[in-house]
Structure formats: structure tokens, C-alpha cells
């Protein structure tokens, strides 16, 4: 159930209020709350879910973060006494609906229901929109992923439009490293899901190969630094 920014879960979730709903309590700006917000995000301090949505006047898709209590307190923790103190007490009114939360008094409320299937209808716009955007950049890496849907290393290096010499050159610095001949990734790599390390005999031993997953490539794609890059569109040498 959604209310203005705030979303409920009435599955026992936990509910979660949005950067946009933390800007209009504190009377700031969407897009300095959004800096804020992911930048502490890179620095590892808050952790929130980034979600597009449609905005209602202009129909144009936009970004917004949705954080739980802990992340929202963190976020807002340099703010004023008084615009906490917004934020606390539109947080004991969110907890208050979450335990009072009537499905079949919510079914029989228009205005109620209304407000819902507005939300969810902005959230299908979102990803309907984000779909067709991403399809020519999905198609290009499709190209590059082999049968287990993961990428080898030159493979995944083209896809990022980088030169593959290069960027496992990178990748040794980081994330890679030698188990005898064969390059593997670190293990909080493996356990983050970012690299799969697969074993293949030859004449009796195991020889290993790294691959990099979909989520992998994402990953690699915001932090690859610009010396590794080699082309300026999509596979077209700059």
C-alpha cells in the first residue's frame, strides 16, 4: 500500500519512506536529498533500494530511494532538531497504519484504492519505460554472454566497451588474483555474486576459469576507470 512516498507492506514487511517523501518533509530539494542519499550509499553507511518513478505532471521517469528507519535516521541525522522531528513523527504515523492495516477496510475505500492502483501504475510505467531504454544496451551485451549466462573476461571487457587487455589488467588489481596458472576472483567477489569461478580437468588437474555474472558486469560498468576504456558507442572503435 503506498501513501504520498511511504511505502507499506501489509505481508509483514518492513516499510520504507522514499527520498522524494524526506524532501518534501524537510523542504528540500528532490535532487540534494538524492545526492545525499547516495553518497552515502557509496561510502557504504546507508543502503537503500533505487527506484525509478513516473512523474504524475510531466510523465517523464525519474529516481528516488527507498530506505527502512535505520537508513532514513542515518540520512536525516544532520538535519535540524525540527525537521527530525518531522521525520519521527511521520514515521510513528507509518508504523501506526502498518498495525492497523485492514485489507477488507482498504477494499471497500475509493479514495484508498484509488491512491493504490495510482502507485502501482506508476511503478509499471517506470519499468516499462526503463525496458524499452535498456533494450538496444541489452541486445549488445546479449552478444557477448555465453550459455550459462556469464561472461568471460575479453567477453565482458568488450561489453563495457573497454579494451580486454586492459581491463583484466584492472581487474588482476582489484578482484583477481593467480591460483597457480589460472586467474580467480577474490572470494567476497564470488560470495557478492559479481564473479563465478568454475573448474575444468585437464590430463587429471583442475584448471579453473573465471567468469563475470550480469550483476558483475553492472558493477564493473559504474567503477571501471575512464584509462581502460576503449570505445566511444556500442562496440564502434572511438
Wanted: overall charge positive; aromatic content about 10%.
Amino acid at each position: 500500500m503506498t501513501t504520498n512516498h511511504i511505502t507499506l507492506s501489509p505481508q509483514g514487511g518492513n516499510p520504507t519512506m522514499s527520498s522524494r517523501e524526506i524532501a518534501d518533509l524537510t523542504g528540500s530539494t528532490h535532487d540534494n536529498v538524492l545526492k545525499t542519499v547516495r553518497g552515502l550509499i557509496k561510502r557504504g553507511v546507508v543502503s537503500g533500494n533505487e527506484t525509478p518513478y513516473v512523474h504524475p505532471q510531466n510523465g517523464q521517469t525519474y529516481s528516488e530511494v527507498h530506505l527502512d528507519y535505520r537508513n532514513t535516521m542515518v540520512v536525516v541525522s544532520g538535519y535540524s532538531v525540527e525537521l527530525r522531528a518531522k521525520i519521527i513523527d511521520r514515521w510513528q504515523a507509518l508504523e501506526q497504519q502498518v498495525a492497523t492495516f485492514d485489507p477488507v477496510a482498504v477494499l471497500n475505500d475509493p479514495a484508498t484504492m484509488r491512491g493504490i492502483l495510482l502507485g502501482y501504475t506508476e511503478k509499471v510505467l517506470a519499468l516499462e519505460a526503463k525496458i524499452e531504454a535498456d533494450a538496444p544496451k541489452t541486445s549488445f551485451y546479449d552478444s557477448f554472454i555465453n550459455a550459462d549466462g556469464l561472461y568471460g573476461l575479453q567477453n565482458a571487457g568488450r561489453a563495457l566497451n573497454a579494451h580486454p587487455n586492459k581491463f583484466i589488467a584492472w581487474l588482476k588489481s582489484k578482484y583477481l588474483f593467480y591460483q597457480g596458472s589460472s586467474l580467480v576472483a577474490r572470494v567476497q567477489y564470488t560470495q557478492a555474486r559479481l564473479f563465478e569461478v568454475k573448474s575444468e580437468i585437464h590430463d587429471d588437474k583442475a584448471r579453473y576459469r573465471t567468469f563475470i555474472t550480469p550483476k558483475g558486469l553492472m558493477y564493473l560498468a559504474d567503477r571501471m576507470p575512464d584509462n581502460v576504456k576503449l570505445y566511444s558507442g556500442e562496440g564502434r572503435a572511438a
